[in-house]
């Protein structure tokens, strides 16, 4: 018999101090702007000194959460078992080659983290580089951030994040001696390299906003930190490495429409870097070495879905860009990896990805000479992972589906021989022929085709009686591949449909299907998620009311904008890490995000029509005085990226406009925007949004 909202205890009832702000001649009111602590930077760095009263709040929210779903507690425990028996207890990754020695991971028994270690190539004992497990025991909340070892094998450096706020420190380890350089380096970003002379280490520093703002350079085994280069753009993001051929120092600037590369010649590691190509407004470029070149993914000169160009390696600017394979609409270009003898790609499409290999001196029509890697499932993910070591001829890539495991494949560029190097083993079993997967297509309000994925099992009778659970994300360009998860088939096992609808703001379609997602456009992504539900539903995959919803971080967004707008389609909706006080956020420019995220969104502090169009579907601005369903907000105390005080802010207002529910909010007080750390401790959050769709779809009457 389900359960009337009288059942459920009584929720906490925050107070209400309404605050105005007025931006462009326009008014808004927020009650709940006091959840967000005003020393917010010092919470991300320190959890513990946030401010009494929202540790109270949160903590009575979370012991709310618990008390509704204690009766799931039993069926929490029983698919965080299943999710566990499904991870091999130890497991080893596919070792990668670097000269005399393969570096890899691998996980002991029943281990949380990883040991990373190499071994001689040609055999022999192994060495420990970095033991994480052991490193994370020392910490609540432990991330591993980037790892490296110098060309010359004798250091290993990593970064690591001890609170969940995406603060690195970095460590320089001599593999000779054991121990540690020098002191680590504080307020990174995690992201560093190594000069390829192995005596330089640069670096990202984190500013007190979250933002990456400076490059440095200091000796890896400790010195004076040189500053390298100073961002002045806000709305930029930072990144750096070294070419596959260790002949270049990288750094990209830029956002999510822009980037600039600048460069340092390996032969000069302390010379000042210099641009290699302008910057243009509204185009993106990436190098790739390759010999006595540069091979160029860009979409300069109208090339939505990318093209490559080609530019010698001493005239880098776009005057002497010429075409290498020429923009083709529908074949979206999504990177390159290049060897001395041979250069592969991967493009997308018709929603999968193939991988290109050529042969250097090829000339001509590039394309048709290109040999093509490709797999025969109507809907796969294959992740092309590189090219191993420069002067070699294996490629390495991993194909998996949402019905077969992931598995590594190395492909030798000279020969065409493919050799199986691991399969992705489910210790509790896994049969890849009891289940079935579709590819879909439902027709959008504009008559756009959105492309679905559908996992179910063989034979699933398809009346609309069956639950379904339809996952979304759709934005900056993020494509959601028909990978393979051993968690949903808890769900799948159950009788469940599992889909993902693949909606316009990712680039499942090319970078045009983002173009139509993002900024004025931004609307598609939440009438796309609605169409698809409504088309599975005809299809007989679920029925109106009996659908669970499941979204994250800009997915979120989502979540947020479909509840209002279309409410009665869902048994429950789980939000993870949820976008959702956007017009607030978005007009925030101390927080990480805002300045680089307005090219996405639209600058509500700015421009009257973004604002406008921002307050027309910002979640937290639209709830209604209408029903909705059960609603799950999850959030990370220490997350920079969608702070606690959207989802707290959220579940609040829902509580004091909605009717309906009930709406949780469950904020992890030891993490931040990834959720608890830990290979079986993050299944835990997985196991309690099952345990909740579920307790959502027993609660929804079959219509």
């Known amino acids: ?234 709305g930029f993001f930072l990144s750096i490495g070294t070419s596959a051929s260790r002949k270049w120092i990288v750094i990209e600037r830029g956002d999510h429409d822009t980037n600039e590369t600048l460069l340092i010649p390996a032969s000069d590691p302390t010379a000042l870097p210099v641009v290699a190509a302008s910057l243009i407004r509204g185009e993106r470029y990436s190098f790739t070495h390759w010999n006595d070149r540069f091979i160029i993914l860009t979409n300069a000169g109208g090339a939505v879905d990318f093209q490559l160009m080609q530019t010698p390696d001493t005239a880098t600017g776009r005057e002497n860009w010429v075409p290498f394979v020429p923009y083709l609409e529908g074949h979206y270009i999504l990177g390159a990896t290049a060897s001395r003898n041979y250069l592969a790609w991967s493009e997308r499409k018709d929603g999968n990805v193939h991988i290109r290999v050529v042969k250097a001196g090829v000339s001509g029509d590039v394309r048709s000479q290109a040999v093509t890697i490709g797999m025969d499932e109507p809907a796969y993910d294959l992740t092309l992972q590189g090219v191993l070591e420069y002067e070699g001829s294996v490629l390495r890539y991993v194909y998996q589906s949402p019905t077969t495991s992931a598995h590594w494949y190395d492909y030798d560029l000279a020969t065409g021989e493919r050799t199986l190097q691991k399969i992705h083993d489910v210790p509790s079993g896994h049969d890849p022929e009891k289940y079935e997967t579709r590819r879909l297509f439902a027709t959008a309000p504009d008559g756009e085709q959105v492309p679905l994925t559908v996992l179910m099992r063989k034979g699933q009778v398809l009346d609309g009686s069956t639950p379904l659970l339809l996952y979304g994300y759709g934005s900056y360009g993020i494509a959601m591949d028909a990978s393979f998860s051993t968690t949903v088939f808890s769900l799948v096992d159950r009788g469940w449909v599992y889909a993902i609808a693949h909606i316009r703001g990712g680039s499942e379609k090319g970078w045009n299907w983002f173009l139509q997602g993002r900024g004025k456009t931004k609307p598609n992504t939440f009438t796309d998620f609605i169409a698809s539900a409504n088309y599975l539903v005809k299809q007989g995959y679920g029925s109106a009311g009996r659908i669970v919803a499941h979204g994250g971080s800009a997915g979120g967004l989502l979540m947020g904008a479909v509840a209002n707008m279309a409410p009665d389609l869902f048994a429950g909706i789980a939000a993870q890490v949820p976008f959702v006080d956007m017009l607030n956020t978005m007009s925030d420019t101390s927080l990480p995000l805002t300045p680089p995220e307005w090219p996405e969104w639209g600058n509500p502090l700015e421009d009257e029509d973004a604002y406008d169009l921002i307050a027309s579907y910002s979640p937290y601005d639209n709830i209604q005085a209408r029903p909705y369903p059960p609603i799950l907000a999850m959030g990370g105390l220490s997350d920079p990226r969608v702070t606690y005080w959207e989802p707290a802010k959220w579940i609040a207002k829902l509580r004091e406009v909605a009717s309906g529910g009930p709406f949780l909010c469950r904020i992890n007080m030891d993490a931040g925007h990834g959720g608890s750390s830990g290979r079986f401790k993050r299944l835990e959050e997985v196991a309690l949004v099952q345990a909740f769709a579920i307790w959502a779809m027993d609660r929804a009457p079959l219509r």
Not at 9 to 30: C, I
Not at 129 to 138: I, N
């Open 1 to 234: 018999m389900s359960e009337t909202q009288h059942s459920f205890p009584v929720p906490p009832a925050p107070k209400k101090e309404p605050f105005s702000t007025t931006q462009l001649g326009r008014t808004r009111t927020d009650s709940y702007a006091w959840m967000k602590d005003e020393n917010w930077q010092q919470v991300l760095r320190d959890p513990s000194v946030l401010r009494p009263d929202i540790t109270e709040h949160l903590k009575a929210e979370n012991a709310y959460a618990e008390s509704v779903l204690a009766s799931m507690e039993p069926l929490r425990k029983e698919l965080l078992q299943e999710m566990i028996g499904r991870i091999p207890p130890a497991e080893e990754s596919v070792p990668v080659p670097d000269g005399p020695w393969a570096y890899y991971s691998r996980f002991e028994d029943g281990a949380q983290h990883p040991l990373r270690a190499r071994r001689p190539r040609d055999g022999g004992d192994e060495q420990v580089l970095l033991d994480v497990d052991a490193r994370a025991k020392e910490f609540d909340y432990y991330a591993l951030g980037g790892t490296a070892h110098s060309a010359n094998h004798r250091y290993f450096v990593h970064s690591e994040d001890v609170q969940g706020s995406e603060v690195y420190r970095i460590q320089v380890k001599d593999l000779e001696s054991g121990e540690l350089c020098a002191a680590p380096v504080e307020s990174t970003t995690g992201s560093f390299a190594i000069s390829p002379d192995s005596v330089w280490l640069f670096w990202i520093f984190r500013d007190d906003n979250g933002r990456p703002s400076r490059i440095y350079r200091r000796p890896l085994t400790g010195g004076e930190d040189v500053l390298v280069f100073d961002e002045t753009d806000p």
